[in-house]
């Protein structure tokens, strides 16, 4: 039952709706109410997935009507995951200001043949479901080796000391590591992207 209210697809509507039909035709008011739910249901779950991807759209054009500068600016969007211990609530903790930054591996960067971030560039924070919150800026980019990072650098993230820092992230670049299918060290290159708010839902009340 659960894995039915689950399936919100396209197809699934489609058959619902013809099951709501041959109730109809059938004369069988148990099958149009059965279906008609799971009808409504699907729609409603379809509509709701269509607002959250366009959310970041919104958010960015309410940023942006006074800055004709950065209308067709090229941002990215930026899903924050509450997996794990030290992610709980992270998007609260990102407007309060107690999250301002994310370490990343530079070496997956290269293995992706994607560019580093940089300076000066925009993105818009979303839940995992695509949920837009709010706009940051990068103001500083901090390249720096796993064994090296400091204590300021940990606090971007949310982090009191280095050695939390290190507990909390040693598997995730392990893991990563072992993807990429290169040794982990104190040596891995990382970088530190800090961000500033710019803009949240909240600006909009």
Same mark, same amino acid.
């Given at each position: 039952m659960k ?5 919100? #697809?396209?197809?699934?509507? #489609?058959?619902?709706? &013809? ?9 069988? !008011? ?8 799971f009808l409504? /249901?699907?729609?409603?779950? =379809?509509?709701?997935? %269509? ?7 919104? @958010? ?13 600016? !090229? ?8 997996? $794990? ?10 407007? *309060?200001?107690?999250?301002? #930054?994310?370490?990343?591996? +530079?070496?997956?960067?290269? *293995?992706?043949?994607? !560019?580093? !971030? ?6 818009? +924070?979303?839940? @995992?479901? #695509?949920?837009? %919150?709010?706009? &940051?800026?990068? &103001? =500083? ?11 300021? /650098?940990?606090?971007?993230? $949310? /982090? $009191?000391? &280095? ?10 670049y392990e893991?990563?590591?072992?993807? @990429? ?16 708010? +710019? %803009?949240? $839902?909240?600006?909009?009340?």
């Amino acid at each position: 039952m659960k894995g039915i209210f689950k399936t919100t #697809g396209i197809l699934s509507i #489609g058959v619902w709706l &013809v099951f709501f039909i041959a109730g109809i035709v059938l004369a069988r !008011p148990l099958i149009c109410a059965i279906s008609g739910l799971f009808l409504l /249901l699907g729609v409603f779950r =379809r509509y709701r997935l %269509y607002e959250r991807q366009t959310s970041a759209k919104r @958010m960015w054009q309410e940023f942006t009507k006074d800055k004709e500068e950065l209308k067709d600016y !090229p941002y990215q969007l930026w899903k924050f995951s509450d997996d $794990g211990e030290y992610r709980k609530n992270i998007i609260a903790r990102v407007l *309060a200001g107690e999250v301002r #930054g994310e370490s990343y591996s +530079v070496d997956f960067f290269d *293995a992706n043949s994607q !560019p580093l !971030p940089e300076e000066g560039q925009y993105n818009v +924070v979303c839940d @995992m479901s #695509g949920q837009a %919150y709010a706009i &940051v800026k990068t &103001v =500083r980019i901090v390249p720096v080796r796993f064994g090296d990072v400091t204590a300021s /650098l940990a606090r971007l993230e $949310g /982090l $009191g000391t &280095v050695s939390q820092w290190k507990r909390f992230n040693q598997k995730k670049y392990e893991r990563l590591c072992d993807r @990429m299918d290169i040794i982990f060290s104190d040596e891995l290159p990382l970088i530190f992207e800090e961000f500033e708010v +710019v %803009y949240s $839902g909240e600006e909009r009340r």
